[in-house]
């Protein structure tokens, strides 16, 4: 398996936790955030692997930076909750790291 591919099963991963546990367990403002970005980390996920362009890892890069961003905005926000905020850390780390690994995959692949 590729490092793209890699990449792309990480979001779909990612995607697919962050978007139960929305399901289950949002119901603040927060819902459609996250609800979205579970859905276009799902298509980047299915891009990477299906067929990877510098387009596709670029925009992984992007939501890469903004799933963290989120995700550490959810934690300070829940930090009274330690299931909440622990579960929202953990897709954090999912997201970034596929994020880093396609960039990274990229990168190794123009040098």
């Known amino acids: ?7 792309g099963v990480l979001w779909l991963v990612a995607a ?3 978007a139960a546990a929305t399901l289950v367990f949002r119901d603040d403002a927060w819902y459609a955030v996250t609800l979205v970005a579970s859905l276009v980390a ?3 996920g299915i891009l990477l692997i ?8 670029l925009v ?6 903004v799933w963290v961003v ?3 905005i959810l934690v300070v926000d829940q930090f009274d909750d330690v299931q909440a905020w622990t579960a929202d850390a953990f897709f954090g780390l999912v997201g970034g790291a596929a994020a880093f690994i396609a960039y990274r995959a990229k990168r190794q692949s123009v040098e």
């Open 50 to 57: 299906w067929r990877s362009t510098p387009t596709t890892v």
């Open 42 to 44: 799902a298509l980047v």
């Open 60 to 65: 992984s890069t992007i939501l890469g930076v």
């Open 1 to 7: 398996m590729t490092r793209f591919r890699t990449a």
């Open 16 to 18: 697919v936790l962050s």
């Open 70 to 72: 989120v995700y550490v």
